[in-house]
């Protein structure tokens, strides 16, 4: 079979991912702008305020959320999720699996960091408001704060490579026309 040179796709294969992969990869996109928004906001705030300890504690909480997504994702890409073939050859599409891999990789240590974070921290948060948790009882200061800024430059990082990403979808979509963004497209 030939090779439709617009797409790359064989004709008659899935020229979309399956629903789950779709809802998953739509689902830790929300969570990380979310996230990222809630650390950015309450940095505004003044320390010890209740609306900071509230975006704190949501924040904490949807890292957990999202930490099961990521979970969620990586045992569906192993088991069942569809494969497609690459959108893109040589180092285009090289780069664009390094990407993959990257965002990947940063979304594991980022949530790993939070944990430890948390345990450093040794301060309770109340999970979506339902109820107390703690990870220590003694708080680690050094570690506390290394931690932390290691948390907030991987944060930058996943936030600059999933803009990168993003962008390089959109050029796909609507100057290179080769319906790359369709096969991530919920519907």
């Not at 990222?36 to 949501?58: C, D, I, M, N």
């Not at 944990?115 to 948060?125: D, G, K, N, P, S």
């Not at 220590?136 to 944060?155: C, E, M, N, P």
């Amino acid at each position: 079979m030939a090779s439709n040179t617009k797409s790359g796709i064989e004709p008659g294969m899935p020229v979309r991912y399956d629903s789950t992969t779709i809802a998953l990869h739509w689902l830790t996109v929300v969570l990380v702008i979310v996230l990222f928004a809630l650390a950015e906001t309450w940095g505004l705030l003044p320390r010890g305020t209740p609306l900071r300890k509230q975006f704190q504690s949501l924040h904490i909480s949807l890292g957990i959320v999202l930490a099961l997504v990521i979970v969620a994702r990586l045992a569906w890409r192993a088991t069942r999720g569809r494969r497609l073939p690459a959108a893109a050859s040589g180092v285009q599409g090289w780069a664009a699996k390094a990407m993959d891999y990257a965002l990947y990789l940063l979304l594991v240590v980022q949530i790993v960091l939070g944990f430890v974070l948390r345990w450093a921290q040794a301060e309770a948060f109340q999970f979506f408001g339902l109820f107390s948790l703690q990870f220590a009882t003694v708080r680690q200061a050094a570690l506390d704060h290394t931690i932390g800024s290691l948390h907030d430059t991987v944060a930058w990082t996943i936030i600059v490579l999933a803009s990168l990403h993003a962008a390089m979808a959109l050029i796909h979509h609507y100057i290179l026309k080769d319906g790359l963004l369709k096969r991530m497209r919920p519907g």
